[in-house]
Each structure stands twice: as structure tokens, then as C-alpha cells.
């Protein structure tokens, strides 16, 4: 069976200094995959070349058995690649509504059209109301972005990237900055994120995380360091040394 | 009816000029609209794009000078000449695109400002095609369907038609899906990369449909003053209009139609009773800017949301 994300001698490195180091990873249809590493192990430089913000020195990049390393940015959204970003990057003085329809329109031809008006296209505000449904957000859909809480824009940026039906989900700190209950309705959300989608996400709160994962990489200055189960990464001496110095 | 009497209403406005006694002013309206159209163009770049552009004359001009130029020196038709240069002045736009596109932001602007310059230069210095310094004259305006556009009333009633078409395309672009992707690639490319949206595809669409719409003002400026010379080509034309987007308000339906307002009036009117009318237009501008830095439309709306938000309390 083919690997949803297969990452295969994948290098970046800025200015001399190497972000992403020959790195190999394999992910399973389906799977549901932690990553972790200390600030600057190159977790986000890992999601940007899989997405195509950066474009990797060396290396290749499959998914679902597609070489995409070379692929523009939006062909591999095309393809089924959806990402949620660590800095909130969405569309402040628009309604939650236009956000997510900004989504949709994202992999529909509707999106070169421009003799039609986009409020009156009732079955893309139809399914946009449906995304926002499944975040719990229908009520606030008319309201503008900027007026909602930062856990509802957290909600919303996950809500964009389920509207592109994604393949495969790159989360990056969905859970930083929010609170305790807001953390429990993302976790919740997550959850409910259908068992086809491959999800990767990059964490540092462990409770909410390892609940989710099965599988865990670790990453140490663009290196993959270790793989395993909970127990296995717990217990290996590389991540004590990395994560406690000793 | 909730939108067929703002509809009706629009529709007299503009009617309403034909009404003045003096065809001079009639002319000066029709002025307004073609500028106008010539700013809604650009608008479609500076406000929804984000992509400032000093070289929009370049649509404008090279359509105008194909006009004039089919008409008295090729021997064409003036229906095949109108299509022609609006066809030639898209397809230009489509190569300045692939050029201009290569950049954003000051990178554009600079490309634009260079490639509208050598338009210029050309038609300064190629005197055998383009007249040099004395321009391409001898023109006269046509009669479609037997509507004789030498009077001035007749004429303003064909810009009204096309400004009414140009207006209704553009501000229904702008509520489009295609729309909204052009503002989301201007405040977020990333981001709406990431989300599927081809940005250079929907950056250089926009950059050709502002050509067209550039070319169309420029046949009918063509019309207007049935006469052409490089001045039409010059920085000075590009500026002018970026300050009329700026002024009225870029990235707003009407803010373009204001700016060509505020500056066609000051030129043709004022310059009558100051001689510095320059002057006049820069301390205007001087003061749109300081006191409505958004432009004048949504100034203007901002200052009355104020006032009916102090007479409430």
C-alpha cells in the first residue's frame, strides 16, 4: 500500500545553516502523526516544503504515491495537500463565512468566474455553512472575523482547511495560545476529522497531543532522531538528552 | 426594487447632464466618464490587486493612437479600428503582464514605469509611424447606427452606454468569486496558495482584464479629442490617474469615479479663473490625503458614520 506522505532525503537549508537535514519519514493512509522537536528542529520548515512555501534543496516529496517536490504550491493543494498555519493567517475584515467560501472556491473552477456574484451563489454558502457547522461555528458565520475570540479564528482556520476535503492534513500548534476549554473543543473537532484523512501535527502541549497521535517523530536540528510509539520515544535517551539536556 | 431604484436613480444622474444648457459642460461630463473608466480600469490593479501601477497610459494611449492612426493613415473602417486597438492594447497587456507580473509591489512599479516610458519614447520618436511631436490628427468621430457622435450630447449619451457597461462588469467582478480571490491574493498569497489558488494566474488575469478596460477608455478618449500626441503616454498620464484611484479611494466601486471628477474638474473648470490650477489640484490632493488618507469615498462615508453616531448619542 502506498504511504500517504513518503519523505525521502528531503535537505533545506538557509544561508549555509541546514533547516531540514536528509530527512525520511513515511507516514500511513489514515494515520494520525505527532511531530516534535525543540524550537527550530525544523517541524514548520518540514510543513512549508510539503506544501511548497519553501522548495527543498535536495530530497523528494510523495504523496499518495505523487512526486510533488517540484509541484507548485497550489497544484498541491490541488492534490489534496491542506495545511492549518501556527501564526493565525486569515482574512480579518471578511465574515467567517468568506473565509471558509475562499476555501471552497480554492479547488472549484467556480473561482475564475467573474461575472457572478459570490453572495448569491447559494450552494457555496450552503457548504460554507456546513464546514462552519462541523466547528461549531454556524451561529457566528455572518459575523467578521476580527470580532470573533482567537480560539474561534483557531476553529476557523481548521474549518478552512477541512472545506478543501484534504488527503492529507498538516496541523501546525493547533492548540497554542488557547485556553483549557477551548483546547478541549479543538481536541474534540479534531476527533471527529474522518479516519481516511492523514493528519500530521506539530505540538507542544503532550496531554492533548499524544491522546490524538498514534505514531510520533521527533525532529533535533532538521534531523529525524526517533520513531515509535509513546513509550518508545519516552524512554529513548536521545529525546531525554534533547528535551532535559541531560 | 430594492436594487431597481438606486438602478433608476444612477441612470438619471448620469442622464442628468444633457440637461445643462451649455455643451460645454456636457463635454466636460463626458471627460469625467471616460477618465472615470480609465480609473476603474486601473482600480482593478491598485485596489483589489495591490499592485501599483505607474504605466496604465500605456492601455489607454496605445489604444487611442491604433484608433486614430487605422482610421487616417491604414484606411480602416472605424468599427474594425476601434476593435483593433482594443485588441492590439489588450494583447499588449498580456505581454506586459508576463514582464510586469515577474515582481510585485516596487518591483512592479518599476517594471510598469519602464515599459510605459518606452511607449513613450516611440511614439516621440518614431515620427513616421506615430507623427512624433505633432501627433496623428485629421480624425473624426463615427456614427454608429446613425447616431452622429459630433454632437456633443449624442456623444456623452455613447459614453454613458459604455461607462454604464464598463461600471456593471467591473463592480460585479469585484462582488465575484474571481474578485474576492484577487483581494485574498493581495492581503494573503500564502495563504491563498495554499488554499489551491493559482496567485500569478489570478494577478496576470487581472492585469489584462485592466488593459482592456484601459484600451476601451482609450478609444473613446480617442473620440473625444479626435487628436493624439505622446503627452497621452507620459509618466504625467499614468500619475494622474493613480492619484485619481488614490484620491476617490482605491479598492471602492466609486472611489475611481470621484477621483476622475475631482481632477477633470479642477483642469478644464478652475484652470478658467487660476492660472495655477497645478497648484490648486496638489494642495487638493495635499488635503484628501491628510484629512481622508482612505480616499474620498470612504472618507466621506466614515465622516457621516460619525456624525450619525454623535447625533444618536
Known amino acids: ?246 | 426594487m430594492r436594487r431597481a431604484l438606486p438602478a433608476a436613480a444612477a441612470i438619471a444622474l448620469l442622464l442628468s447632464p444633457l440637461l445643462l444648457p451649455s455643451e460645454f459642460y456636457v463635454n466636460i461630463a463626458a471627460q469625467v466618464l471616460i477618465a472615470a473608466i480609465f480609473a476603474l480600469s486601473l482600480n482593478l490593479l491598485v485596489g483589489y490587486g495591490g499592485l501599483i501601477s505607474l504605466g496604465h497610459a500605456a492601455y489607454l494611449g496605445t489604444a487611442a493612437y491604433l484608433t486614430i492612426g487605422l482610421v487616417t493613415r491604414a484606411g480602416f473602417g472605424q468599427l474594425p479600428a476601434a476593435l483593433c486597438a482594443v485588441g492590439l492594447a489588450t494583447a499588449m497587456a498580456a505581454v506586459f503582464g508576463l514582464l510586469a507580473l515577474r515582481a510585485t509591489g516596487l518591483g512592479f512599479l518599476m517594471i510598469t514605469l519602464a515599459l510605459g516610458q518606452i511607449l513613450w519614447g516611440l511614439a516621440y520618436r518614431w515620427v513616421a509611424l506615430t507623427g512624433g511631436d505633432n501627433g496623428l490628427s485629421g480624425f473624426t468621430r463615427p456614427a454608429p447606427l446613425g447616431l452622429a457622435l459630433t454632437s456633443p450630447r449624442a456623444f456623452y449619451l455613447f459614453v454613458v452606454a459604455v461607462f454604464a457597461c464598463a461600471f456593471v462588469l467591473l463592480a460585479l467582478l469585484a462582488r465575484s468569486p474571481f474578485g474576492a480571490g484577487l483581494r485574498g491574493v493581495r492581503d494573503q498569497p500564502r495563504r491563498m496558495q495554499a488554499l489551491g489558488w493559482n496567485t500569478w494566474l489570478i494577478r496576470y488575469a487581472a492585469f489584462v482584464i485592466a488593459g482592456f478596460w484601459g484600451a476601451v477608455a482609450g478609444v473613446l478618449f480617442a473620440y473625444y479629442n479626435q487628436f493624439i500626441s505622446p503627452h497621452v503616454l507620459g509618466l504625467t498620464s499614468s500619475a494622474e490617474v493613480l492619484l485619481m484611484v488614490i484620491a476617490g479611494g482605491a479598492g471602492t466601486l466609486l472611489g475611481p469615479l470621484a477621483g476622475a471628477a475631482v481632477v477633470v474638474l479642477l483642469k478644464n473648470v478652475a484652470s478658467a479663473y487660476v492660472t495655477r490650477w497645478v497648484m490648486l489640484l496638489g494642495i487638493v490632493f495635499v488635503a484628501i490625503v491628510v484629512f481622508m488618507p482612505e480616499g474620498l469615498v470612504p472618507g466621506l462615508s466614515r465622516l457621516r458614520r460619525r456624525r450619525r453616531a454623535a447625533g444618536a448619542a
Do not use: C
Open chain 1, 1 to 246: 500500500m502506498t504511504a500517504a506522505l513518503q519523505i525521502e532525503g528531503l535537505s533545506k537549508s538557509f544561508g549555509g545553516l541546514p533547516a531540514v537535514q536528509r530527512l525520511s519519514l513515511s507516514v500511513a493512509a489514515g494515520e494520525r502523526r505527532l511531530l516534535l522537536g525543540p524550537n527550530g528542529a525544523g517541524k514548520t520548515t518540514l510543513f512549508n516544503l510539503i506544501t511548497g512555501d519553501l522548495r527543498a534543496d535536495a530530497g523528494s516529496i510523495r504523496v499518495l504515491g505523487t512526486e510533488i517536490s517540484r509541484m507548485r504550491p497550489h497544484l498541491r493543494a490541488h492534490l489534496g495537500v491542506a495545511r492549518t498555519y501556527q501564526v493565525i493567517t486569515l482574512f480579518p475584515q471578511d465574515s467567517l463565512l468568506h473565509n471558509v467560501a475562499l476555501a471552497l472556491l480554492g479547488r472549484s473552477p467556480l473561482r475564475w468566474n467573474p461575472f457572478v456574484s459570490l453572495g448569491r451563489r447559494a450552494e457555496v454558502r450552503e457548504r460554507a455553512w456546513q464546514v462552519l457547522d462541523r466547528v461549531g461555528l454556524a451561529g457566528a458565520a455572518e459575523r467578521r472575523l476580527s470580532a470573533v475570540s482567537y480560539g474561534e479564528q483557531r476553529r476557523v482556520e481548521i474549518a478552512m482547511a477541512l472545506a478543501q476535503d484534504p488527503r492529507v492534513l498538516l496541523l501546525d500548534e493547533p492548540f497554542a495560545g488557547l485556553s483549557r476549554e477551548e483546547r478541549r473543543d479543538i481536541q474534540h473537532q479534531l476527533a471527529q476529522i474522518p479516519r481516511q484523512v492523514t493528519v500530521v501535527m506539530i505540538e507542544h502541549d503532550l496531554d492533548v497531543a499524544l491522546s490524538f497521535a498514534e505514531r510520533i517523530t521527533v525532529l533535533h536540528h532538521g534531523e529525524l532522531i526517533v520513531e515509535g510509539n509513546r513509550a518508545e520515544v519516552v524512554a529513548d535517551p536521545r529525546v531525554q538528552e534533547v528535551y532535559l539536556g541531560a
